[in-house]
């Protein structure tokens, strides 16, 4: 063998080991997860050019409840609990300074979830669940069982629909409730 040959096989070793790397990273969940956290410059360098996990749902999402009936009586009003009288009036507010008739005015866009709903770039990437989730458990591309994920867990936000978002969880889907989750919240946040 000449030189040149013997310089190629001493380069095909670490490049197939790279090739076999990156291939991992792009189709297992667990690797990327692995290699994210170990060393996060892949995830800002390849991470933004590798295709998201698909999400299998297993089951229906569950039907939306069926509009009310007209003239159906509403359920009755939860009942407030009501302060104590005060004995004293409270002072009266101060009046609010009038603002100079060529001053710059800032005006801040109120939190508007249907706007946030409507575009997915506005969507937290993850979000932290607030109750005990059964995801179904993927191994290359079969369920296998059940994964549970408990209360704080982390997962990756794929889809709303329906006032539902869809999340992934270690290649495993599912549709939960808004209230189950920290969506509302990060996106209130993040629109700041």
């Known amino acids: 063998m ?3 040959s ?14 076999l790397i990156t291939a991992l990273y792009i189709k297992k969940a667990g ?8 060393c996060p410059w892949v995830k800002e360098t390849v991470g933004k ?23 159906a009586p509403l359920p009755p009003p939860a009942l407030a609990r009501t302060a104590p009288p005060v004995s004293t009036p409270p ?9 100079e008739p060529n001053a710059p ?3 801040a866009e109120s939190f508007d979830l249907s706007k946030v709903c ?15 989730v059964d995801f179904p458990a993927v191994v290359d591309g079969k369920v296998v069982g059940k994964l549970r994920a408990p209360v704080g867990t982390e997962a990756r936000v794929v889809k709303l629909s329906n006032g ?29």
């Not at 749902?57 to 409840?65: E, H, K, L, Q, S």
């Not at 002072?91 to 603002?99: E, W």
């Not at 409507?118 to 005990?132: E, G, H, M, S």
């Open 2 to 4: 000449n030189q040149t």
């Open 6 to 19: 013997n310089r190629l096989w001493i380069l095909a070793f670490p490049l197939s080991v790279l090739f």
């Open 31 to 38: 690797a990327r997860e692995f290699i994210d956290r170990k």
């Open 49 to 71: 050019y590798a295709p998201p996990f698909e999400v299998r749902i297993v089951g229906a999402p569950p039907a939306a409840p069926a509009p009310a009936e007209e003239g």
């Open 91 to 99: 002072p009266a507010p101060a009046p609010a300074p009038k603002p």
């Open 105 to 107: 005015v800032a005006v």
């Open 118 to 132: 409507a575009d997915p770039t506005r969507w937290p990437k993850t979000v932290r669940l607030k109750a005990i």
């Open 164 to 192: 539902q978002v869809g999340v992934e969880y270690h290649g495993g889907g599912a549709w939960l409730a808004l209230d189950n989750t920290d969506f509302v919240e990060r996106a209130r946040i993040a629109w700041r």
